[in-house]
């Protein structure tokens, strides 16, 4: 995969683990997004173990500009609204 993607531009990723409060993905997350060519958005907080400690606001992410968003709320029952069904 990581040849594939080899000089390529890097997106910049912004993986949501949790969405209250926002979570950002922990370190293997970050290695992946890597793998597959792209830039974590918040690289600092890759080898944070603790969830608690990878905690940012609405506006870091607003701030940190990702090109793409990818959410993963393990075990969070996603309902879809009616409308939209």
Known sequence: MAALVRG???PKVYFEEWDDPL???IGWISELIEIAGGKD???EL???KAAKDRIVSPRDVIAAAPDIIL???RGKK???DQATV
């Open 41 to 43: 958005a918040f690289p």
């Open 71 to 73: 959410a993963s709320w």
């Open 46 to 48: 890759r080898k944070r």
């Open 78 to 80: 996603v309902v879809a």
């Open 8 to 10: 390529r531009p890097k």
């Open 23 to 25: 979570i950002s993905g």
